[in-house]
């Protein structure tokens, strides 16, 4: 395997950033784009690696890709409709280290052809999967790494819920990249916790006013939940200050409990809270405690389809604990850090432990359930 594909198999999720000028289905982008200057920019962003479009449908070139190749050391890959074994050794020649390969268009003899040839010329070829067809055909070829598009490349339609259980069904040894409908740090941590290890961002750059500072942000950790919400309009306001998760507590003994999971905006990631027992709720992800006297537990964990994701670090019920920071800053794996958290402590706390998210809930209450909203504004703006 090449230096791409290792680059995106880096501990965390990886972001492999596209520099476009338009698209087919969003029409102009960033006609002005500069592939070196935005290429460099992506790197010192913290970009894994660089999509350079080389084909005239987005008004790219090869010439980008050279240019690119000029101004950055890092990973790039040179994306278009490839279908020539002697297409690729001008793309490696420009400066590629990787290159697309669409099973859309291609049955798996031109595929197989296509990746030998790239490996004969040190490319890796992205194996690109739109439906389980195609996920199955990339597996069988043994393609990697894969990307899986949430975008159907003949009605340009987004369906980001099918590209998840895709990327869940995806074989873990392979390196996995979650394509296209990225716009919020939501949206690739919905990913990541399905399974990829890369997320590929192009039209959110080209669209923002300083791609790489929006690159920095979707990629940017930890992620901020409010908890204990029980009222539309504070999931309005917690999605407008920028939180990524919003919690529902549905334990029966908690005074903040809330009668449902509500709806929430595309920008965030619903939690269902529970206690003691595991049930299906309509959210995306539930956050579960064990019970104990009567209580939560200490410690819960963060499950996706019942697939544990994230360990939650949290206080003892209605107790404090001046070895808690200590005792999260051992944990393993994605850490999720709860308990006594808000405006004034946050960032402490997050640079002490560096979790994978965060989350407060009752120091942001007037009462019970109900959220101060300019302390929700605080500690978003504090976390992030």
Known sequence: MGRFRDALAGPGLAALAEVKRR?????ELRPDADPAA???AFGQ?????????????????????RAARASTAVPLLAKGFFREARELA??????????LLLLRDLDDVQAAALMARAAELGLDALVEAHDAGELDRAVRLGADPIGVNARDLSTFEIDRAAQLELVARAP???????????SARAHGAAAELAGADAILVGSALMRASNPAAKLAELISRPLVKVCGLTREEDVAVAAEAGADLAGFILAAESPRRAAEVLPVPDTMLSV??????????????????????????????????????ARVIDLPWQQQDPTHLERARGAEGRVVLAGGLGPANVRRAI?????????????LEIEPGI?????????????R
Not at 371 to 383: F, P
């Open 371 to 383: 959220k101060d909203h300019a302390r929700v504004r605080a500690y978003v703006e504090a976390a």
């Open 23 to 27: 698209s087919p289905s969003a029409g």
């Open 45 to 65: 962003s913290g970009a894994a690696a660089v999509s350079i479009l080389v084909d005239s449908r987005f008004d790219g070139s090869v010439e980008d890709l």
């Open 90 to 99: 001008e793309l490696k020649e420009a400066g590629a280290d990787a290159v």
């Open 38 to 40: 935005l290429a460099a």
């Open 172 to 182: 873990r040894k392979r390196v996995v990249v979650a394509e296209s409908g990225i």
């Open 351 to 363: 640079q002490s432990v560096r979790p994978w998210a965060v989350d407060a809930s009752s120091s």
């Open 272 to 309: 269902a809270v529970l206690v003691g027992e595991l049930r299906d709720e309509p959210a995306d992800l539930v956050q579960l405690y064990p019970l104990d006297g009567g209580h939560r537990g200490r410690d819960g964990v963060l499950l996706r389809r019942g697939e544990e994701v």
